[in-house]
């Protein structure tokens, strides 16, 4: 195989396209959202992108068949507006390859006419919490008046250690060839897969688009998520004692 090998599934003439990323990361916020995207809108195979920057692994469906490690896009039409959404099960395994990846993904977006981008992921609190806000980075002032205006936060010194894999080098890369790039973070415990997280950075990104989406099935595996948080919790916090136990107490 080559450094990056390319699939042409189907080549849409898009109208000023946005590119938007979820591949996974902190609770798989960005990569929930994006796969909701294709979900709702039903999302037309583009690209597939495998490089040798993939770990050397196959996903297995639940029929037994394999697909090498790699990346997707697809259109998706939502409210008459052209996206580009990149979604995949796999970041690169290196720095470098992580470099090489978005530069073909960036690539590939300018071949379809992109000229705007957002990159979704989640920024980790450490803890369970209730209030999901959304946090901002961008490549430009214009960009992030636009996304406070939204309701996006932005904190000093927020996320800790800055931001990192594809959504990080969307951002920096983007801005070295001139493309406006905004990312948005859900806030997320960080311990596991996010469906509420994943919803706050849609609603922003719908606002800032102008399109509707439907969130049932996000509800649905948000309340799934919720029976094994309980499950969780009542593991740490043990049996509760009945009367008979406290009776030998003290």
Do not use: W
Request: proline share 4%.
């Amino acid at each position: 195989m080559d450094e990056f090998d390319i699939e042409v599934h189907a080549d849409p003439e898009l109208d000023d396209p946005v590119l938007v990323e979820g591949l996974p990361g902190v609770g798989h916020v960005g990569k929930l959202a994006a796969e909701h995207l294709l979900e709702e809108f039903d999302g037309e195979l583009v690209r597939r992108v495998y490089s040798e920057h993939f770990p050397p692994q196959v996903t297995v469906d639940d029929d037994g068949v394999t697909t090498l490690a790699c990346a997707e896009f697809h259109h998706v039409e939502a409210g008459g507006r052209d996206l580009l959404v990149l979604s995949g099960d796999h970041q690169a395994g290196d720095g470098v390859g992580h470099y090489r990846l978005t530069e073909c993904f960036l690539d590939v977006a300018g071949s379809f006419g992109v000229e705007r981008a957002f990159a979704l992921g989640g920024v980790p609190t450490g803890e369970l919490i209730e209030e999901y806000a959304v946090l901002g980075a961008a490549t430009d002032a214009a960009n992030v008046e636009t996304l406070g205006e939204a309701g996006v936060e932005f904190r000093e010194d927020e996320p800790a250690g800055g931001i990192v894999g594809v959504s990080g080098l969307l951002l920096g890369l983007g801005e070295r060839r001139d493309l406006p790039v905004a990312c948005l973070m859900g806030e997320t415990s960080g311990y596991l897969v996010d469906p509420k997280s994943a919803r706050a950075v849609l609603e922003v990104l719908q606002e800032l688009l102008g399109f509707d989406v439907d969130y049932a099935t996000l509800e649905e595996r948000a309340e799934e998520m919720e029976e094994v948080v309980k499950k969780i919790q009542e593991m740490e916090q043990g049996p509760t004692p009945t009367d008979e136990d406290l009776r030998y107490i003290g």
